[in-house]
């Protein structure tokens, strides 16, 4: 029942606002940005993802026939709508943020400078997908600094928030550092490496289980794991060993064993000193089940003797944080920067860039967030990526986005960089920033005869 | 960028398992049955949902060439694997328990009776659907709980884990009571009500906010809310109101204002005046803004004078427990039952059914979670969905399902239907369950000569 790729994939109201912007005549020059207002508690940073995907929405953006029928048959929009949302393009530019830079709050990472109704129409869409991608490799790359040299795995598919989530959970992951995924369609989709062991299922199946792994390993000879914990790990991996041997003598290798219950440090320990007793020291362990970042650092402080783990819902849900306190948000029509004044949501108006200020040592020293145009030191972070509705480029390999969240990760200061919540990176907010603001909120306690805020 | 509906979104494990029970010849008839281990800490009890995809999952499950390009090219798999997949089809039983049912920890709610293969393929895409729709109902079903009367919205879209979640999270919460989504192709996907208002953004757009409430009115004049919280809620309840009042010269009339930042409560009743000061009690007050269960609650325990609520992100992603505790396992595998045993994740054996008994004042007293053909008082809950791969019936409508939810909900013992974590509702496991387990483990310690668990 996948959903297909629809625009009405959208909130009514980026619909009917179109509708009244185009019975206006307000197609004038309209700049959102998306930023985040509030890193969650449990983050220091996040690592900007979801660029390509958005940038293929936008791309693909168009009215089926299929959507044009509901749009005329649904009783809710004017005779001539339909017509022209389906010449509707989008023209627009983007700047963006490549995918792997590391960002703040209230820093922008993506603006839309496009006509107005199709910069508005887009955002529902947009913060889909720009939100979930983030916050995804913002909570992996929390794992990866808490296994350091460890292989780390996706498992989090079956629990991933549908069909989308779990495809772009894989995707998100390995850039963020992960090894690969196990969603066996993350290889042909996006090219990320993938994994695979076997289920107590499998075990299940055989009456003894020392005959599940000689058939398992026998069936799928160049990629053997096995799973030690369906009835008893200890007493698994005593099986395990005498199967290691066996298929030794028929040229199969066995890669790892894996755990998936209990103390898994526990077992991890006593399991290797099984294999090592048996003389199996290449044989890997590899363990999974409720895993985070912190149950990572736990195991990774203890020492405990795992090389791989499997990382699954936590992850792919970002249980702990599982959104972003994001907004797509007009900060400039008809050439006017604008401001909304929400309480608790008041936002930094006008098109906005960031430059990142080096500081000792190659780190990161600070960020300056600032109107567009003025000239700053360090390096300008959102870059134009797409011009009149066509990229300006080709897209980055998800290897490319992969390394630049390394090294981007690796510039911040190292109290960022742990599980701890951090004294907060500073962004600076520039003056000519700050002047446009009170400017704005001049004006509007002039217009509305209001109180400034 | 939306994924196909594919085979090959699954756990790689999947397909690897499916090829060494081929190579083996283990094709006999599996039960694998789905379930929740744990009821999350913050519920009383679950609402079976997704039944629907899952059985669409089922019913179109097969192998594009593309999927088999992808089979016979990635190094992974036998010669001859991909000409397998290519003739697969789901050809077993499906029993479930009807879409709308409330159900309890290890209380199984589908189960697949097929040849192995393919009850073992399937795994990772049913949880994937079961878990997805069962979790965003139970959270929904609160929100209807906590707000009697009221006209609840989904606004989760944007913040949905992509593009399935959110038109799921707009099903699901429908099926639990919600009044509809903002989600526009929810309409033509699922015959979901949906309903708009206007964004910050359309107010901006103007120089005068009151300019902005016309020109909307104006626009879709059948479909009315204003958004007055732009700039300052009750200034801009003041402009709306003489708004109202212009539109109605002209024959438009105004369905509601929205409120959508700070204190809520506080702001509906500062606005409930100046409407009712205005002569406008029939124009209604909708809210937003980070709304769950617990500040519905809150809402309506201070009688805020607010009509309906758009509920968004901690809904759709059932913020406080985004992922449920649940499993598909084998149960019986060639006539044979089955059970695992690892720590902390044992299971009950065999195929099973579920018996709810009444109680008095037709509330629900207890259920009995038996093997399946023990006689037991009560109404059993899971029924044959599916035969050989096809449907016993047509699928029953979302309305079907939206009221059974809502008569099940209704037939709870009261403090179930609490927010606050209540006595845990009684699952009793019957005499002949508990007998198999004995029998199955004894046999188990003969085996192994090791611990019974």
Known sequence: ??????????????????????????????????????????????????????????????????????????????????????????????????????????????????????????????????????????????????APGKKLVDFGLRRAHGAEAGLLAARASFLAGFAGTSAALAAPAFGVPVFGTMAHSFVQVFDDEAAAFVAFARANPGNVTLLLDTYDTEAGAVKAAAAVKTLAREGIGVRSVRLDSGNLGLHARRVRAILDGAGLRDVAIFASGDLDEHALRRLTDEGAPIDGYGVGTRMSTSADAPSLDCAYKLEEYGGTPRRKRSEGKTTWPGRKQVFRRAGSSARSAFDVLTVDGDPQEGEPLLELVMRAGERVRPAPSLLDARERARAQVESLPDPLRGLAKAEPYRVEVSPALQELTRRLDREAAGLTGGRAR
């Open 1 to 146: 029942m996948m959903p297909r790729e629809s625009p009405l994939l959208t909130d009514l109201y980026e619909l009917t606002m179109v509708q009244a912007y185009c019975c206006r005549g307000l197609t004038k020059t309209a700049v959102f940005e998306f930023f985040v207002r509030r890193l969650p508690a449990s983050r220091n940073f996040l690592v900007a993802a979801g660029l390509e995907q958005a940038l293929e929405f936008l791309e693909g953006l168009r009215f089926s026939p299929e959507d044009l029928a509901w749009i005329e048959g649904c009783g809710r929009f004017r005779p001539g709508f339909a017509d022209y949302l389906e010449r509707l393009r989008f023209t627009g530019d983007v700047h963006a943020m490549p995918e792997g830079t590391v960002f703040f709050a209230d820093e922008p990472i993506l603006r839309v400078t496009a006509p107005l109704p199709e910069a508005q129409l887009v955002e529902t869409r947009l913060i889909n997908l720009l939100q979930f991608q983030t916050m995804v490799a913002s909570k992996a790359v929390r794992c990866v600094l808490a």
